[in-house]
């Protein structure tokens, strides 16, 4: 299905902080013991600038309600995926804390949860699998456990995010309210990509896979336009791969 930007959607802004996107990279690998940068590490932006960016569109397969939690993955197969994800302020960069980063991507096959079969496998559906987000802590970070997301019909690798500020947590582990501030996509690095749609499970993917060069959405413009920050954390894509990236955001 087809994801086309609307003029109000490009209307809104982000920007990205690289110093911040640089951080982050740092005390996830510190967090990370033994484990050392491999060719499959993306750069980050040298310039510690800010740099305003569109935003994406929502696409068809956002669901409202989802779960507050720091690991969205409810056992599907894939390759361990780990989002540091900082939010700014746009206008002063400083970091903004309790902000509820939501992300929700498709799995291995390409299939969302709530809409499975749309890509032509067949699977249980949850209607909740690789959906959620967290608060982010007083450094602006959101961590969130998932996997490598796979690919559908017509779109390059991507995670959709939405960044909310003012939610309550409610009793059953979901969130109401609040002010949404940015919606926008989280895109991987081709070659990245390529290593890990040539391994099962993401080899079952029946469908032909969009590139980054391919996509109507990415517009090649690099961390200013989500692409995240890839980090190996072993020697195969099996092992899995840590994505930083600074969101910043209109308040």
């Known amino acids: 299905m087809n994801e086309t930007p609307t003029r109000d959607t490009l209307a809104r802004r982000t920007v990205l902080f690289a110093t911040g996107a640089t951080a ?5 690998g510190a967090a990370t013991s033994g484990t050392q940068a491999s060719p499959d590490t993306a750069p980050v932006a040298a310039a510690a600038v800010c740099t305003l960016t569109k935003e994406m569109t929502e696409g068809p397969y956002y669901l409202d309600g989802q779960y507050v939690r720091a690991d969205i993955t409810e056992g599907k197969t894939g390759f361990p995926l780990t989002l540091a994800l900082t939010v700014v302020d746009d206008d002063t960069c400083a970091t903004i804390s309790d902000a509820l980063v939501e992300i929700w991507h498709c799995d291995a096959l390409g299939e969302y949860s709530g809409y499975v079969g749309n890509n032509g496998h067949n699977e249980p559906d949850s ?4 959906r959620g987000g967290v608060l982010t802590d007083s450094s602006g970070l959101a961590t969130i456990t998932t996997i490598y997301p796979g690919w559908y019909i017509g779109r390059c690798v991507h995670i959709h995010v939405k960044v909310h500020v003012g939610v309550t947590l409610t009793s059953d582990g979901s969130f109401t309210g609040g002010t949404e501030l940015h919606t926008g996509q989280l895109f991987f690095d081709e070659t990245v990509t390529a290593k890990v749609g040539a391994l099962s499970p993401y080899s079952a993917n029946t469908v032909t896979r969009t590139t980054l060069a391919q996509d109507g959405i990415y517009d090649d413009g690099g961390a200013a336009s989500g692409l995240l ?5 072993g020697s195969s ?3 899995g791969y840590s994505g930083t990236l600074t969101l910043g955001v209109e308040r």
């Open 229 to 233: 920050t890839l980090t190996a954390l």
């Open 237 to 239: 894509p099996s092992a």
């Open 24 to 28: 982050v990279t740092l005390a996830l």
């Open 127 to 130: 209607g909740t699998f690789l």
